[in-house]
């Protein structure tokens, strides 16, 4: 029912996709797999009409769909729910869905007849979520459905789905899986957008290889594997490093009954305790927005009005400053690299020297030694591979794999005794993942000591020594992670958000009357 | 139309910007001189005449320059940390007002000593002035454009009280003047003919001192980075409010620079038409800058021409002062645009 021809654009010399043709056939979940900047998410603009092609066309039941047009893209049955929503928080779920399928001109508005159709969509597909519910009031699952209903609610027949299960939890995505499901069965074609190998094997009947804006081919699910998929996708074979069991030594990190309030007096760290040991990697498990990052900020000296114990070499780290922390030996990888991480406008060798601008290797009585710096940053490229066009380059043209190479040489060249890394992965391709992988390896083979906060379990189970689940600011035990069971983390991280869930609801009901 | 970055930024597009600012300017402003009935080739020729066609007028326009390259400074340094100090005519004013307070006999020192005296006290006044907009701003998150150029009205309003009573010269014939500044503070005229005075000769020390800081220092890379990425900076232990409070004492010094140097070079003794507006003009000569340091000299000595001459070619023919604000005023836009179109690219089809 959907035919690529041919489809090529152009971003000056870069083709982000190459003469890509292929079908998508009514009731399959076609997987789109690539790396970053392998061409998927152009090659959806183009579809749903961001973008136009240069060359080749898009075709819907053998008619050539219009490019350039978002509107053509939603009359012809195409619909896309972002990686980022675009709902309206202020608006309930029903609004939110009719938004836009209403004439501008009309003062009435069918809101029961348009509630008989939801709530025909909801049983058929399984989408549990109160309409008259406000959409502040929702969970990321649940707002995830509304984005559904909202396409199902057009008749849409083609559902484009970016990352959708970056956002959801285990039991939320296996619920996904199952709407999916039900969705094909109806007849709908589902182009899932992903880089996570085994969900792709779970949920698509075919999977479309994209690397460097070229088809690499498609291939029936069935036929394939992990490892045939991960070769096409990156070109060779990429094996991530595994971890060899090492005695872990002292404690590097201790943290007694951390408590920290938000400024109106939220609780976001509720009594954590945790500690990390010289030669091994804690992992911390969760859903975002469960704590994370009020830890990572605690830890990395941004939050000095935090409660309880948190001792780094068994000195507190109560009022020193990120300047201070870093001097001690602290290594911190920021969550959001882009926002945080780097000053985009300045240069490589500056985002490199500016953790210790005061180190007297690249300053001088308040003066900096360009030479000293731009020489340091140098070496660091080179040790840490960041392909740039020199240290003078500026960093917001980097990729973001090379922009995390940058936080790693910058966090890590000090050699620190205590390592926070907070989504460290989060984005990158399998070159990239795999290289921050083993550098945080390395790493521990010298005695740091790692906190991995993560919200990829693959990772967890396989990267960590010890593993912890956080939800609503509360810390679990911490155990082996040889004694984990994706399962017992998914529940982990699932069972307060459930009740949660329900609390919501019923504020929501509140806010309906 | 979609609007993109560029990958590259080339130099030559930076540089250029400004002249295609100016260019449009001149261009758009035509169409008021055909309108006032003036031959537009007519208008121009007279505006550069009497902005740089005589030793007198090269020698005003460089004078009039003086207060607008340390206005310029004071906003170019405060905006690189998006720290929007709009107080600089305020801070002109306190700075005059120090230089008025020690500069009229309070105390005597030898010309080496008592201008440098004037200059820093001048600027500690100006630095004085942000402090509590600069603290309201880094403590309680209170907008500094406001408080900085509310600020404005009660330095002028408190200018305009001591000039009428405590501070006005009885020597004065009634005029609402302050007592003039003692001869061991005058800045000494640089020229045998014209105003010119030693004002621009630190106004121009202050540009490369701003340069060198911006450049080459930790503190310089603090105000950067802080300017263009907050968040980054203060993960990366850049002490954030610090720094704004930093560059705010520096830009209210560079302001109040303007002040005494107003007082003690130009006038001799303060007045309420000390100045029309140099720190308000400061904005438009840091935008079209680029807030560059070094690029505030010739941008202050360009929109100083254009009033120095504006002036010339309305005495000549029958044209308003007026034009002058208007052009400023359109460069300072077309410079805007210019900006923009230096960074990115405009694609009219998807």
């Known amino acids: ?513 | 139309m979609r609007i993109e970055p560029r990958e590259t930024v080339s130099w030559l597009r930076v540089g250029l910007a400004p002249v295609f600012a100016v260019a449009a300017a001149l261009f758009l402003c035509s169409a008021l001189i055909l309108w006032a009935g003036v031959s537009v080739p007519e208008a121009y020729v007279l505006l550069l005449k009497g902005a740089f066609g005589s030793a007198f007028a090269l020698n005003e326009t460089l004078t009039r320059s003086i207060p607008l390259i340390f206005t310029g400074l004071a906003a170019a340094v405060a905006f690189r940390a998006k720290f929007y100090n709009i107080g600089g005519e305020g801070q002109l004013y306190a700075g005059a007002l120090a230089a008025t307070f020690f500069g009229t006999g309070l105390l005597t020192l030898p010309p080496v000593l008592m201008i440098p005296f004037l200059m820093i006290a001048g600027a500690l006044a100006g630095g004085a002035l942000l402090i509590v907009p600069v603290l309201l701003k880094t403590r309680l998150n209170v907008d500094e454009v406001v408080t900085t150029l509310l600020l404005n009205f009660v330095v002028i309003l408190l200018v305009g009280y001591l000039i009428e009573g405590p501070w006005k010269d009885p020597m004065a014939l009634g005029w609402p003047q302050a007592a003039s500044i003692i001869d061991e503070g005058v800045l000494p005229p640089l020229l045998a003919k014209g105003r010119l005075h030693l004002g621009l000769i630190i106004a121009l020390a202050a540009a490369v001192l701003v340069f060198v800081m911006m450049r080459t220092t930790v503190k310089g890379f603090e105000i950067r980075a802080v300017g263009h990425n907050a968040k980054a900076a203060e993960f990366a232990g850049i002490p954030v409010g610090r720094t704004i409070i930093v560059t705010a004492m520096i830009s209210g010094g560079l302001a109040g620079m303007a002040g005494v140097s107003e007082v003690a070079g130009l006038k001799g003794y303060l007045t309420l038409d000390l100045s029309p507006g140099f720190g308000y003009t400061g904005i438009a000569v840091a935008m079209l800058a680029q807030l560059h340091p070094l690029a505030v000299v010739p941008s202050a000595i360009f929109l100083s021409a254009m009033f120095v001459g504006a002036d010339a070619m309305s005495r000549a023919v029958n044209i308003p002062t007026y034009l002058a604000d208007v052009m400023v005023g359109i460069s300072v836009l077309a410079m805007l645009v210019a900006a923009m179109l230096a960074q990115y690219r405009v694609r009219w089809r998807g």
């Open chain 1, 1 to 513: 029912m959907l035919t690529f021809r041919n489809v090529t654009k152009r971003f000056g010399t870069l083709a982000a996709n190459d003469g890509i043709s292929f079908d998508v056939e009514p009731g399959e979940v076609l997987a789109l797999l690539g790396e970053n900047g392998a061409g998927k998410t152009t090659l959806m603009n183009i579809l749903f009409g961001h973008y136009q092609a240069d060359e080749g066309v898009v075709e819907v039941d053998g008619r050539p769909l219009p490019g350039g047009s978002t509107d053509a893209a939603i009359k012809a049955g195409i619909d896309m729910v972002h990686q980022h929503f675009t709902l309206a928080d202020n608006l309930t779920v029903l609004e939110n869905i009719t938004l836009g399928t209403e004439s501008l001109w009309s003062l009435r508005q069918d809101k029961t007849g348009a509630k008989r159709k939801i709530a025909g969509l909801v049983e058929t597909f399984g989408l549990a979520v109160d309409p008259d519910a406000p959409v502040r009031s929702l969970s990321v699952g649940e707002r995830q459905r509304v984005e559904i209903l909202k396409a199902l609610y057009r008749d849409s027949r083609v559902l484009i789905l970016d990352e959708p299960t970056a956002v959801l939890t285990p039991g939320e995505t296996e619920q996904l899986f199952r709407t999916l499901k039900a969705l094909t069965a109806d007849g709908l074609a589902v182009i899932f957008i992903s880089h996570k190998l085994h969900e792709i094997l779970a949920i698509s009947d075919r999977v479309a290889v994209l690397r460097a804006g070229k088809l690499v081919g498609i291939v029936e699910t069935e036929a394939a594997d992990r490892r045939r998929l991960a070769e096409m996708m990156v070109g060779r074979e990429v094996e991530r490093p595994a971890l060899d069991r090492v005695a872990a030594g002292d404690a590097v990190l201790d943290v007694e009954g951390l408590i920290l309030k938000s400024d109106d007096g939220r609780l976001l760290l509720d009594q954590v305790d945790l500690n990390v040991r010289a030669y091994e990697i804690v992992g911390i498990a969760g859903v975002a927005g469960n704590g994370q990052s009020a830890l990572a900020d605690v830890l990395s000296g941004l939050r000095p009005d935090f409660e309880g114990k948190v001792e780094h070499l068994g000195q507190s780290i109560r009022g020193v400053s990120p300047r201070h922390l870093v001097e001690r030996g602290v290594g911190r990888i920021p969550e959001d690299r882009q926002a945080s991480g780097v000053v985009g406008e300045m240069a490589v060798w500056e985002n490199l020297a500016s953790e210790d601008l005061r180190n007297p290797a690249i300053s001088r009585a308040g003066f900096i030694d360009r030479k000293a710096a731009l020489s340091r940053a140098d070496r660091l490229i080179e040790a840490f591979d960041i392909r740039c066009k020199g240290a003078s380059a500026e960093t917001r043209l980097l990729s973001g794999g090379n922009m995390q190479k940058l936080i790693l040489a910058r966090a890590l060249s000090p050699e620190p005794a205590f390592i926070l890394a907070n989504q460290p992965i989060r984005g990158l391709d399998e070159g990239a993942i795999a290289y921050v992988q083993s550098q945080l390896l390395e790493a521990r083979e010298r005695g740091a000591a790692i906190l991995l906060m993560s919200e990829d379990l693959d990772e967890l189970m396989a990267f960590t020594d010890r593993l912890a689940v956080i939800r609503d600011g509360r810390l679990s035990d911490l155990r082996p992670t040889a004694e984990w069971t994706i399962a017992d983390l998914g529940l982990q991280m699932s069972a307060q958000r459930a009740t949660g869930r329900v609390e919501a609801g019923l504020v929501g009901a509140g806010h309906a009357d």
